[in-house]
């Protein structure tokens, strides 16, 4: 009997310290950060030819909220591994961070694999994207290969703000979730 618990003990301790991340998870790419005020993320992008920024031409409002938004393409730029990039500011900061991968340049397993060697296991996983949190930041891999930072707090407001109900097929998915 104490054989068995030392292993189970043992399996457990491996599994904790498999999802344990060795580095906190990442607020931004290079010198752009989540919280930034929209001038610093500009200047920022100018300083590193990835992202591909060309000006304020790459900055707009979105049509809804207002809310200012930087569309970037770093895919002009032969030695960056970067493609589409936004960032969304919320309340005069930068809220979301997405940059689309180059999938000539780089491989999703590559990223993924870097990803975990360096944060751990994702929290969740699923076909469309792996997805790593704490109580500031929502890290997330999605297919087919794009790394999305996002202020968690922001994420969480907005969320309690849409009060979306489920539609009827999610309810159902979920019904039928709950009786396997």
Known sequence: MKIGFFKSFILSLAFSLSTVSLFALPDGYGPVKLGM??????????KNQNFGYRGDR????????????????????????????TFQFVDDKLATISISLNPERIDHYS??????????????????????SDDS?????????????MDAKVFEDK???????????????????EGL
């Not at 790459?58 to 493609?83: H, Q, R, W």
């Not at 993924?112 to 997805?131: D, H, M, R, T, V």
């Not at 930041?137 to 930072?149: A, G, M, N």
């Open 37 to 46: 005020d929209v001038d610093s993320v500009k200047e920022a992008l100018k």
């Open 58 to 85: 790459d900055v707009s409002l979105t049509p809804i909220t207002k809310d200012i938004l930087i569309e970037t393409d770093g895919a002009n730029n032969p030695y960056s591994f970067f493609g589409r990039c």
């Open 111 to 132: 990223v993924f694999s870097k990803l975990c060697e360096k944060y751990g296991n994702p929290a969740s996983i699923s076909p469309a994207k792996s997805q790593w």
């Open 137 to 149: 930041v929502i890290f997330s891999l999605e297919r087919p290969l794009t790394l999305k930072y």
């Open 159 to 177: 969320q309690k703000a849409s009060h979306v109900n489920k539609t009827y097929s999610e309810q159902l998915r979920d019904e039928f979730l």
